[in-house]
């Protein structure tokens, strides 16, 4: 069982920044795969960030491509969401999950992850 809490939003003006956190339980978590997804209001929740395992693979969705950064400290267990020139459009409830990985790979897909935090609010106003 893996637990994570999510910490960090906020509101912030257009081209600000802010850095989301995701806390988790359990020793393992090295083993774990980690996403960042959005929920923006009457919308579906949609995939940002994710990265693997050691953190040496991530991947972006094109809307945050080039803007956010993903990383982890395992060490403290704990993942990243680096956020900067955030749009109006960045606004959403943001959640971060987990997934157990026997290699180190990128998870995309969202059924594909098992444990979910309970979402922070990042809202940008323009």
């Known amino acids: 069982q893996v637990q994570l809490v999510e910490s960090g939003g906020g509101l912030v003006q257009a081209g600000g920044s802010l850095r989301l956190s995701c806390a988790a339980s359990g020793r393992t978590f090295s083993s774990y795969a980690v996403g960042w997804f959005r929920q923006a209001p009457g919308k579906e929740r949609e995939f940002a960030a994710t990265?693997?395992?050691?953190?040496?693979?991530?991947y972006y969705a094109d809307s945050v491509k080039g803007r956010f950064t993903i990383s982890r400290d395992n060490a403290k267990n704990t993942v990243y969401l680096q956020m900067n020139s955030l749009k109006p459009e960045d606004t959403a409830v943001y959640y971060c999950a987990a997934r157990f990985t026997a290699v180190d790979m990128k998870v995309t897909t969202l059924s594909a992850y098992d444990y979910w935090g309970q979402g922070t609010q990042v809202t940008v106003s323009p």
């Open positions: 990265i693997s395992r050691t953190g040496y693979i991530t």
